[in-house]
C-alpha cells in the first residue's frame, strides 16, 4: 500500500496558492487607487492673488438674459359713434393705413340724434334772448322818440297855458281855480315824464342784462357746436351738405388694427359704438414678464434683440424703455415678477399687434 506525505504539499498546489495570492494583492492595489482621494496640494500666496484677478474680470463683463415677450402698439385711438345712426359707407378696411383726417365711415344720423344736433344749431335760449332783446330796444326806442316826446310838448304846452292863466289871474281876468287846475295839469305832466324816463332807464338796465346773458348763450352755443363739429367731423356752415350726415374720421396717422365686425353698410347703431381701433406702428413694443432677480440687473436704456417667433429671420434692435416700480402680482406667497417695455423700430411695418418673441438684453454683471 503506497505511503502519502501529508506534511510535503505537491508543487503544483504550491505554484497555484501563490497567483492566487498575487490576483488579490492586484484587486486591492486597484481598488486602493480609484477609491483614493488625492492630497491636495498647499498654495502659495502669490498663487492666490493671481486667482482673485480672473474673479474681478468676470464680475465686470456682459452677461445675456433671456425675456418671451409680446409686441404691443405704443398707444391706440378708439372710434366711436358720438350719434347714433345707419351707415351709408365704409371707406377703409382692417389693416390699412391711413392718414390723419382721412375719412373712414360715413353715416346718417337718425332722429333722436337729429333733435339734439338741432337743440345745438338753434337752442331756445338764444333764440329767446333774441327776441327779448329786439323787443326791449323796440320799448325802448318807443318810450324816447313817441311816448318822451309827446310828454315833453304836452309839458311845453300846460307850463304855456298856466303861465297865460296866471297873467289873466293877475288882471283878475280869471278865477284862482282855473290857476290851480293848470298847476295840477301841469304836474300831472311833469310826473308822467318821470315815470317815462324811470322806464326808460329800467329798459337799458334790462338791454343790459339780456346782452350780457346773450352773449354768454351765444358763447355756450359756439362750444357746443364746435365739440358737435368734432364729434361729426364736419362743418355746419356747409349749407349743400344734409345736417343729417356725419362721418369718422382718422384722429391719427396710422393703421386700422381692428373694426368690429356689426360694422356694416346700411346697419344702424347706436350711440357709443366701437366702430374699430387705430394705432400708431412705428415704433413698436414688447411687454416682457421679468423676474425680480431679473430685473435689478436692468436699467432704462439697455440695448437688446428682438426675435420674433413668427419672422425668425430677422433680428430687431430695441432698448429698454420702461421698468415699472410695482410687480404684476403683490402677494407675499410668490416671487415678485414686472412688466417691462422694450422700444422697437418697425419702419417696414412686418411687426404686428400681438406677435411673441425672444428678447435678449445685454447686462453687465
Known sequence: MPQFDIDR?????????????SFVALVSMALLLITHEPKKAESSPTPVKAAIVPQIA?????????????????????LVLPYGGEIQSIETKEGQVVNDDDTLVKYKLDRQSIIQVMGILYPSQVLDLKKALHDQKIKLDILNNVTLKIQNIDLEKASNDLNDIRQLHSRKLAETEAVRMSERK????????LETKKSIKQVQEGII???????FFEGKRKRDLDLLEYQTRRSYEDSDLPIETAFLKAPIAGQVLWMSPDLRVNAEQSTGFLAMTI?????????????ELDLVKLKTGDRGMVIFDAIPDKKFACKVSRIPWISRNPALEVPADYEIECLLENG????????????RVSVTQ
Do not use: W, Y
Open 58 to 78: 468676470d464680475a465686470k463683463s456682459e452677461a445675456e438674459i433671456i425675456f418671451r415677450g409680446k409686441s404691443f402698439s405704443v398707444f391706440q385711438r378708439k
Open 9 to 21: 504539499p505537491r508543487p503544483r498546489l504550491k505554484a497555484l496558492g501563490v497567483m492566487l495570492a
Open 209 to 215: 342784462r339780456t346782452q350780457e346773458d346773450l352773449e
Open 186 to 193: 301841469l304836474e300831472t305832466v311833469e310826473k308822467q315824464i
Open 348 to 359: 417696414d411695418s412686418k411687426i404686428k399687434d400681438g406677435l411673441t418673441c425672444n428678447v
Open 279 to 291: 394705432a400708431p406702428t412705428n415704433p413698436m413694443v414688447v411687454r416682457c414678464k421679468v423676474h
